[in-house]
């Protein structure tokens, strides 16, 4: 199969993907129990209002009615209005996915770092300490609850210690004039030092809560891709010419072992995107995971269902991604 042919294949795969997800998507909000316009109302609103409100929203439409009525929006591009704050959802999306999305690149450094080197190392040294340790850490780091540890650093860095704030991303003394969204590029656009070094204090915590949590997926992944690659021939040969250990495990062994290592960090920084959900929460991080926590509360279909498909396309772009570089680093994947 052509690279072109493969492109198109996975493209076309994505479509009926998608289309599963908005069905999924639309009908389980309406299974849950709970009415949206009560919840926006209140339970002592009258009667006429409530209906007036339902028929505003297009809620007294039959389903199967609003079904497409959503569909055909959503592949117009609209993601409907917000019934909390009657603004654009994919306005309130674009207020509130630069801080994800700045949170997620950090959080992903962190793990990269920790997983890659970390990792590399413990399989150089397998069975021994360093890799005991390593195993250790990542099945712990695996299994700790990701608020609970961001609880644990905000009690410690925050609270006791004091080196670090535990909400929010400016501080209110700190002016910043914001273009791209990203604090800490906007900060560097600025020469405003002063707010790069406020704003790299508050996404410290949440970040390195996310990626320690992270770091372990990637940990593990390197690891055990790494100890195989190092049973290889080729890693005998280059030993047996005395090329320096350095060399020999980041030059042959990690390289060729990142095939598989790059599909899972592709996915997980999409996921870390999506997952962000108790992170931003726990850190009053004004995301799009918040802001989905939000909207669940008041039951704001569009916003909820704007959130998830934004995510979930996000997604379903970087799967495509993620393919079609690993078609081109390794053709046999096209095969």
Not at 176 to 198: C, H, P, Q, R, Y
Not at 299 to 321: E, K, L, N, Y
């Amino acid at each position: 199969m052509s690279l072109k042919s493969y492109i198109i294949t996975r493209v076309i795969l994505a479509i009926p993907m998608i289309f599963i997800l908005l069905v999924m998507i639309f009908f389980i909000l309406r299974i849950i129990p709970g009415d949206p316009v009560l919840a926006i109302l209140g339970g002592k609103a009258p009667l006429e209002v409530i209906e007036a409100k339902r028929h505003e929203l297009g809620l007294d439409k039959p389903v199967i009615v609003q079904f497409f009525d959503y569909i055909g929006n959503v592949f117009r591009g609209d993601l409907g209005v917000s019934t909390l704050t009657n603004r654009p959802v994919w306005d309130e999306i674009k207020d509130r996915f630069p801080a994800t999305l700045e949170l997620t690149i950090f959080s992903f450094i962190i793990a990269l770092l920790i997983g890659l080197f970390y990792g590399a190392e413990a399989a150089w040294r397998k069975d021994k300490s360093l890799d005991i340790s390593a195993r250790v850490y990542s099945i712990l780091l695996y299994a700790i609850p990701v608020f609970w540890l961001g609880l644990m650093l905000q009690l410690l860095f925050g609270v006791y210690l004091r080196w670090f704030p535990v909400g929010g991303r400016l501080s209110p003394r700190v002016s910043l004039d914001i273009k791209t969204g990203l604090l800490i590029l906007d900060s560097v656009l600025n020469w405003n030092w002063e707010a790069f070094s406020d704003v790299l204090k508050h996404l410290l915590l949440p970040g390195l809560t996310l990626g320690l949590v992270i770091s372990s997926i990637f940990l593990r992944m390197v690891r055990n891709n790494t100890v195989l690659m190092l049973s290889k021939d080729f890693v005998k040969a280059a030993k047996a010419r005395g090329l320096k250990s350095r060399v020999i495990l980041y030059g042959h062994a990690v390289k060729n072992a990142f095939v598989p290592i790059f599909t899972i960090m592709g996915m997980q920084f999409a996921l870390l995107l999506a997952g962000a959900v108790l992170t931003e929460t726990t850190f009053s991080w004004p995301g799009i995971g918040s802001y989905l926590v939000l909207k669940i509360k008041y039951r704001d279909f569009p916003a909820i269902q704007g959130t998830i498909v934004f995510f979930a396309m996000f997604v379903v772009v970087i799967s495509i991604v993620i393919d079609i570089v690993n078609a081109l680093v390794d053709p046999r994947v096209r095969y």
